[in-house]
């Protein structure tokens, strides 16, 4: 049986959001040459969301793509001789710019690995920062967060689950711990 807590719900989903935001105006010192990379699934509508919020804040429209990172994976023969490719979706020059990764979830940092493959065979950024909204800690690669919404300590048996109301009706952070 599984035991299911709830992390964040809609309000604090929202808040992570906003105060992310803050900070990635705070620390670019506005919102100049900035373009938002959300990774496949769930970093596309956070990437969206943050684009929103900073144009709410400082009423400048945040250029957003997202990438696939399906063939950058370092794992990929583990998970299927014929992976699904979505492709990536980047319609602007990302030389010399400030790129922000968005993602779900930070784990091992497999993901952010290969979403920093993908961005380099498509231009050459000024600075790649990372947004996170849950950082849930097991690191196998020296790769942390420059923005993250809410810090989680887990074990590595707990699985973090996001859910959006883009992709699944709801908006909510749980972990769940499989209980034997």
Same mark, same amino acid.
């Given at each position: 049986m599984k035991k299911q807590v709830k992390l964040m719900d809609e309000n604090a989903i929202n808040r992570a959001i906003t105060r992310i935001a803050h900070e990635i105006l705070e620390k670019n010192k506005g919102a100049k040459d900035i373009i938002l990379i959300g990774i496949k699934t769930r970093g596309?509508?956070?990437?969206?969301?943050?684009?929103?919020?900073?144009?709410?804040?400082?009423?400048?429209?945040?250029?957003?793509?997202?990438? #696939?990172?399906?063939?950058?994976?370092? #794992?990929?023969?583990?998970?299927?001789?014929?992976?699904?490719?979505?492709?990536?979706?980047?319609?602007y020059n990302i030389? #010399?710019?400030?790129?922000?990764?968005?993602? #779900?979830?930070?784990?091992?940092?497999?993901?952010?690995?290969?979403?920093?493959d993908a961005l380099v065979d498509i231009g050459r950024p000024r600075a790649i920062q990372l947004a996170i909204l849950v950082d849930r800690g097991h690191r196998e690669l020296p790769i942390r967060a420059d923005y993250v919404g809410k810090n989680v300590p887990t074990s590595r048996e707990e699985i973090v689950k996001v859910q959006l109301e883009e992709t699944d009706g709801i908006n909510l952070v749980t972990i769940e711990e499989d209980k034997k």
């Open positions: 596309i509508p956070l990437a969206n969301r943050l684009a929103q919020r900073i144009k709410e804040i400082e009423n400048t429209e945040i250029k957003v793509g997202f990438v #696939d990172i399906t063939l950058y994976r370092d #794992d990929l023969s583990k998970e299927s001789l014929d992976p699904v490719i979505h492709g990536s979706k980047i319609d030389d #010399d710019k400030i790129v922000i990764l968005v993602d #779900d979830v930070l784990f091992t940092g497999r993901t952010v690995r290969a979403a920093l």
